[in-house]
């Protein structure tokens, strides 16, 4: 007997390490929320309740989602496009672990941490804030 076409898919596991919690999806299922591209990490937190800021609405015109990637980054996620390098690049707390949520897709296994503030350069705003506590805690 055949398996069902979902079968077969990857199933990729993100974990959170702010908040201890890893969630996972089988790729191509995820139901879009239109916040950055499909399957994003953003989009991935957003639809398990994961609070991860994004300011811009997932248009990579702000560092609001960004994140610092423990593992699987170099196999598992989408590779960095120009626009992502030079937005992440104005990030506050950059590392060489650095990216955007809204702009990394999941492909497979990813461990990342969220950075405790984060600075805001909204293109039509500007400016910065320290979004510290205010980050809501995660939904369970
Ligand atoms: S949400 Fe603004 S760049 Fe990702």
């Known amino acids: 007997m055949p398996a069902p076409a979902s079968y077969n898919k990857v199933v990729p596991k993100v974990t959170f390490l702010n908040i201890g919690r890893t969630v996972e999806f089988k790729s191509g299922e995820l139901p879009y929320h239109e ?3 499909p399957e994003s990490i953003l989009d991935v937190a957003l639809h398990f309740g994961i609070q991860l800021e994004h300011a811009c609405g997932g248009s990579c015109a702000c560092t609001t989602c960004h994140v610092h990637m423990k593992t699987g980054a170099e196999v598992n996620l989408s590779p960095m496009e120009e626009d992502e390098l030079d937005r992440v690049e104005t990030a506050g707390d950059l590392t060489l672990e650095s990216r955007l949520g ?3 897709v999941v492909t497979g296994d990813v461990v990342l941490d969220m950075p405790a503030w984060n600075r805001n350069y909204v293109s039509e705003g ?15």
């Open 35 to 37: 916040h950055g591209k």
């Open 102 to 104: 809204c702009q990394a």
């Open 126 to 140: 500007g400016g910065s804030m320290n979004l510290g506590d205010a980050i809501p805690a995660a939904k369970k």
